[in-house]
């Protein structure tokens, strides 16, 4: 993916991000607080009129209490029927003056019905007074109609049972559009059941209030009976239906007076004789204009949106040209086009990375030039200088001569000498300084060296070799083994009155390949053998053992090969005690390939 197309990227992301995040958090927001400040509304609306309704249900209950605590009344409803006629009149209109004074006195109550368990049923309130007629309305008709079957029934029974409690009564033969106020009347002076008095509500008397909402459009009440039927709705179908089951599990739970229920805003309130008045908004309703305002919003910032992209896409191209217009600068300097081409135009970073490359270029192609011409001057030396040096050939078949000579004069020592140094001669150039070597080729050349040292030396020191068979065929880098042995020869042993001895050792360790040089030699003092080892740590070069400047050349040498060759944890580890002698160790890498037999024992 090109630069271009990542600037877009970032800032489609920086722009778009930003504006959908906060879009998303306001329309999130916007939504809950109208639907916190409507369901307040509504709960609130809810309570009064749920303390309106518990006053009327009370003043209804009080009006039908009227008739159980007025003795007169009880009296005039136990009288039987051995009365005379004329009292018989007189009784039935004191009572209907009274019932009719109740009825009277409460807008909400239709009528008053006296169930008598004499099998008398009298309705009061209706306009005509009388134990039957056509005229009545179905509702009180049915009490006429149907009075054996309401004396045995489970609710008239329940009524009697509760002591004079009134009963509340809706859906009474499925019908919901009326509601009964229902209580048993006992006269307690004579011990004797009366019967049933019935008071014929009202609904929309009884429900009607006056209260102003801005949401009557869409504010719908309704009044639920104990088992969660409706029986007051604005809408008539659904009188008589039973709520959603987890609809009225909330409100049975007693949680939050107000929740959400589908689509639809909740709010509910208990009446005091058990009823629920629960009012519910649609949410959708709620959210019209406010989503018109949210569908302008989102218009807004999409617009928003495509602007920050455009001007993101027109940046990112102009960026983007002026980077490519240096990578081609680059490209051309690559294929060895040193010619500086125009210029990144502006005063920004880029405009100055491109300045500063064209000067690198310039400083670059002058000093490669004149790094070639010095190149060209310095192999005119060098093969001015090969005129005069002696062919390396020429030596070679020089000692071969001598070789051929002693061995046809039975000088068996100079032919010795001879061929050994012809062996050294033609290792040291048959093969390159750095190129790396079988283990016993470097062996070999270190026998041959030592005995033409001992020549020079004699039997002052002799040589121990402890080669394990298992590494003599692993590769190392050339000549690293006779500057430690010339060294240990030439210095160790300078001093030593004893006879000198040398041990060479080579065996496989911890995946390494472990080489020592040891001798009996005089040793290094502390001071300095800490001062040597520092030295090989940093690459500089080992001071002399015994203050002669020559006598340390090669350790440094040999130390910076093999870290070149074969990484920084290989290389020279120098142990010494004075008077005692030192061993140099070097640590280089064991190939399990290419390097002979594999001693499973790591030990030598």
């Known amino acids: 993916m090109g630069i271009r197309s990542k600037l877009l990227i970032i800032f489609i992301l920086l722009s778009a991000l930003p504006v959908l995040t906060v879009g998303i958090f306001y329309s999130y927001e916007t939504r809950q607080t109208v639907k916190q400040q409507v369901g307040d509304f509504a709960q609130r609306l809810v309570s009064q009129q749920a303390i309106i309704l518990s006053g009327r249900i009370s003043e209804l209950e009080k009006a039908i209490n009227i008739v159980m605590h007025n003795s007169e009344m009880l009296d005039l409803l136990s009288q039987t029927t051995n009365a005379s006629l004329i009292e018989e009149i007189n009784r039935g209109l004191r009572i209907k003056e009274s019932m009719e004074l109740i009825v009277y006195q409460h807008l909400s109550v239709k009528s008053a019905i006296w169930f008598d368990f004499n099998n008398e049923v009298k309705v009061y309130g209706e306009k005509i007074a009388g134990s039957y007629s056509d005229k009545l309305p179905q509702y009180s008709r049915y009490f006429l109609d149907n009075q054996e079957a309401l004396k ?10 509760g002591n004079g409690r009134p009963f509340w009564v809706t859906g009474l033969q499925e019908d919901y559009n009326r509601i009964f106020l229902m209580k048993y009347l006992f006269n307690w002076k004579q011990s004797k ?20 909402t801005d949401f009557q459009s869409i504010y719908e009440t309704m009044t639920l009976d104990r088992d969660g039927k409706v029986f007051n709705h604005s809408e008539q179908t659904k009188l008589g239906e039973r709520v959603n089951t987890d609809y009225w599990v909330e409100i049975q739970n007693g949680g939050s007076s107000a929740f959400t229920s589908g689509s639809d805003l909740v709010s509910y309130s208990e009446v005091n004789n058990g009823w629920y008045l629960v009012s519910s908004v649609p949410v959708s309703s709620l959210m019209q204009d406010l989503t018109r305002v949210h569908r302008a919003t989102m218009i807004i910032a999409l617009l928003c949106i495509v602007l920050s992209i455009t001007i993101a896409f027109l940046f990112s191209k102009h960026f983007s040209q002026r980077i490519y217009q240096l990578i081609r600068k680059m490209l051309r300097i690559e294929t060895g086009d040193w010619r500086i081409q125009e210029r990144v135009k502006g005063n920004d970073e880029i405009s100055v990375l491109d300045r500063h490359f064209d000067r690198m270029v310039q400083r670059l192609h002058e000093l490669i030039r004149k790094n070639y011409i010095q190149e060209l001057k310095q192999r005119e030396a060098e093969l001015n200088a090969l005129q005069f040096q002696i062919n390396p050939h020429f030596l070679y078949n020089t000692l071969e001569s001598i070789n051929s000579i002693a061995l046809v004069n039975g000088r068996d020592d100079i032919r010795e000498i001879s061929q050994r140094l012809g062996n050294m001669f033609r290792y040291s150039i048959h093969k390159k300084q750095n190129q790396l070597v079988r283990l016993k080729d470097e062996l070999q050349h270190i026998e041959n060296y030592i005995y033409l040292q001992k020549v020079r030396f004699g039997d002052s020191f002799e040589v121990h070799y402890d080669i394990n068979k298992c590494v003599t065929n692993q590769k190392i880098v050339k000549f690293i083994l006779q500057p430690i042995v010339e060294n240990a020869i030439v210095h160790g042993f300078e001093h030593l009155r004893e006879k000198g001895r040398l041990y060479v050792r080579a065996y496989q360790e911890s995946g390494l390949l472990i080489l020592e040089v040891q001798d009996n030699g005089s040793g290094i003092q502390e001071e300095k053998l800490r001062e040597m080892t520092d030295q090989l740590e940093h690459g500089l070069e080992v001071d002399s053992i015994d203050r002669d400047e020559k006598s340390g050349i090669g350790l440094s040498n040999v130390h910076q090969r093999i870290i070149l060759t074969c990484g920084a944890s290989y290389g020279l580890k120098i142990s010494s005690s004075l008077h005692k002698g030192t061993c140099v160790m070097i640590r280089l890498p064991f190939y399990n390939r290419g390097g002979g037999e594999k001693d499973e024992d790591s030990g030598r």
């Open 152 to 161: 045995s029934s489970e609710l008239f029974n329940e009524i009697v049972q």
């Open 193 to 212: 059941p009366l019967g049933i008095i019935i008071f014929a509500i009202d609904p929309d008397k009884l429900f009607e209030f006056d209260i102003e």
